[in-house]
């Protein structure tokens, strides 16, 4: 019998044509085209829930602060000289709520009776507090204080959250301001007249807006705009440490103001309330309800938001 009857029927080996190599890369990438959107919201959502984390615990933080010494912390303290020009030194309210913050040992090693610049507080200064960071914020780490002229004085940790000062600019207004964090005044809950649920404590501030840090208000610093770095638009060293809401809505992309408000979340910033509630404020918030509630006592009604 021939050999060829005991072969078996040859099988078509062939792969795919380039057509249908094609149409499945096509379909692959239809899919991930699909599904990105979906995953990069997914972990926007959990950044921004770290974020509202941070805020509530820095709302206990103030909590316990007040009830140990029945007032919250002051926007930050400077003594002022016979010109009223600040000598510092410029410590800020998120260093006195470093033991309830669980940083007592960073408190320790503070030496509040000098300058934030003073080379012995050099590794204070520059230490990364992960509560004080925003997890949607790009950067983190140190950056450079300048002066009023552009040149380097000293460099700070990055922190992502101020302190709200009103709806005044900050520069000018450190102490005279509407909101709930001044400099040198500490405020009793009682003094937030509007009430503790409807007032603003502390905010967002995004390094696309400006540099700002956890350690205060550093002597003779200024605050440049990323948006407008001139030296016309720096701030006072104060908004370091404290921002303001009104004129302007929250994450507004065409505002330049290095004290302003504004995060890299989509479509509003979170803010810190006095009761120690948090709430995210939509960039389309009226901007009626938006200025009452940076009020600490102005009897103003903020409305829903």
């Not at 230490?127 to 460099?155: I, R, W």
């Amino acid at each position: 019998m021939p050999r060829s009857f005991f072969r078996r029927p040859r099988r078509d080996c062939a792969g795919f044509t380039l057509i249908e190599l094609l149409v499945v890369i096509a379909i692959i990438a239809v899919l991930v085209s699909l599904l990105l959107p979906a995953v990069q919201q997914a972990r926007e959502a959990a950044r921004r829930t770290q974020c509202r984390s941070n805020l509530k615990q820095i709302g206990i933080a103030l909590s316990n602060y007040a009830e140990r010494t029945n007032v919250f912390p002051p926007g930050y303290l400077s003594t002022l000289n016979a010109g009223g020009v600040e000598t510092g030194p410029g410590w800020g309210w998120a260093a006195f709520l470093l033991a309830d913050l669980e940083q007592a040992p960073l408190l320790q090693q503070i030496l509040f009776t000098r300058d934030i610049s003073d080379p012995a507080n050099t590794t204070q200064r520059r230490t990364s507090l992960p509560v004080l960071h925003c997890a949607s914020e790009v950067f983190d780490g140190t950056f450079t204080v300048v002066d009023q002229s552009g040149n380097p004085l000293t460099s700070v940790a990055q922190a992502s959250y101020v302190g709200v000062n009103g709806n005044g600019g900050v520069s000018g207004n450190e102490q005279a301001n509407d909101g709930a964090f001044l400099r040198n005044i500490s405020f009793r809950p009682a003094d937030i007249g509007d009430g503790l649920s409807n007032t603003f404590f502390i905010g967002e501030r995004a390094t696309s807006m400006s540099f700002s840090s956890w350690t205060g208000a550093v002597t003779n610093g200024a605050t440049p705009s990323i948006r407008d770095p001139s030296p016309a638009a720096y701030e006072d060293s104060a908004a370091l440490v404290l921002g303001h809401c009104g004129p302007h809505l929250p994450n507004n992309p065409a505002v330049t103001d290095a004290d302003a408000l504004s995060s890299f979340h989509t479509q509003g910033v979170q803010f810190l309330f006095g009761d120690g509630s948090v709430h995210f404020i939509s960039s389309v918030i009226s901007m009626q309800v938006y200025d009452a509630l940076a009020t600490r006592s102005a009897g103003d009604v903020a409305g829903s938001y």
